[in-house]
Nanobody, 127 residues
Framework: QLQLVESGGGLVQPGGSLRLSCVIS????????IAWFRQAPGKEREGVSC????????DYTDSVKGRFAVSRDKAKNTVHLQMNSLKPDDTAVYYC????????????????????WGQGTQVTVSS
């Protein structure tokens, strides 16, 4: 059964960087587009970024373009989210998620309901 496990969150000062990781296990990782979401206290969950099954397609929400970069390490079944120039508004719990295998959504229409979610990792940007 597919499992997603995030790591890499923490406390960082404004302008700092963090790299989040999402390890994919229990299935063929290359079969899944992966999305990153975040949810701040009192706010709705927001889609942040995604990467396609082969890693060739990436997409970002406007507020993180030019600051965040998503990539995948196929050998390690891991998707990374490199976050630079962090701002207090980036403070949230970050989740990776995906849908059924071979479902293509990155750069296209995202599913209304993702079938698999990680447990989340807290990112706090504060001085």
């Amino acid at each position: 059964q597919l499992q997603l496990v995030e790591s890499g969150g923490g406390l960082v000062q404004p302008g700092g960087s963090l790299r989040l990781s999402c390890v994919i296990s229990g299935a063929i990782s290359a079969a899944y587009d992966i999305a990153w979401f975040r949810q701040a206290p009192g706010k709705e969950r927001e889609g942040v970024s995604c990467i396609s099954q082969d890693g060739d397609i990436t997409d970002y929400t406007d507020s993180v373009k030019g600051r965040f970069a998503v990539s995948r390490d196929k050998a390690k079944n891991t998707v990374h989210l490199q976050m630079n120039s962090l701002k207090p508004d980036d403070t949230a719990v970050y989740y990776c998620a995906t849908d059924r295998p071979w479902r293509v959504f990155c750069g296209r229409s995202w599913p209304e309901d993702f079938t698999h979610w990680g447990q989340g990792t807290q990112v706090t940007v504060s001085s």
